[in-house]
């Protein structure tokens, strides 16, 4: 993701999210070298193709790789182009890249309500491990911590492959 991205990052995040990232927490990430990000995104040729073909964003995962581990901080599709895939794509590419980079084993919260994300996680092979009470705002709501573990991982990298 660049600069040139974040508008429309920002757009399907406040979309998405009732906390949504700021456009400073979205800087702040983009300049730490810890952070990776990956975008689902098309071109756009316009009317009748007059004008230059402009890349419209329709997904972005935000995710970390420290050691062995990697962690998702933040994942989006806007909402005209969910349940079509996009999601799981961005996951498995970012599974990949943090595979290459040494992770080994991948975290993430998820609230507790939001079971569609559940289920995209679990179908990758991701597990509920535990609950954090009270750990998202606007509304309360718990988080629950899910883990794909080291066989996982490299099972689902390797199926890709």
Not at 2 to 25: K, N, V
Not at 39 to 45: E, I, V
Not at 138 to 156: C, H, N, S
């Amino acid at each position: 993701m660049t600069r040139a991205d974040l508008d429309q990052a920002l757009l399907i995040e406040q979309a998405s999210f009732g906390m949504p990232w700021s456009r400073q927490l979205f800087l702040r990430e983009l300049h730490n070298p810890a952070i990776s990000t990956l975008l689902a995104a098309f071109k756009d040729p316009g009317p009748s193709g007059k004008r230059p073909a402009a890349r419209v964003v329709t997904g972005y995962i935000v995710f970390w790789v420290v050691a062995d581990e990697m962690h998702i901080l933040n994942l989006a599709v806007a909402p005209a182009r969910r349940l079509r895939g996009i999601a799981k794509r961005l996951v498995q590419s970012a599974l990949e890249k943090a595979y290459a980079k040494g992770a080994r084993i991948a975290y993430l919260e998820v609230r507790a309500s939001n079971t569609a994300a559940q289920k995209l996680y679990l179908g990758l092979g991701f597990t509920g491990i535990s609950l954090r009470k009270g750990y998202y705002d606007r509304p309360t709501e718990d988080a629950v911590i899910m883990e794909l573990g080291p066989g996982a991982f490299k099972t689902l990298v390797e199926q890709k492959n």
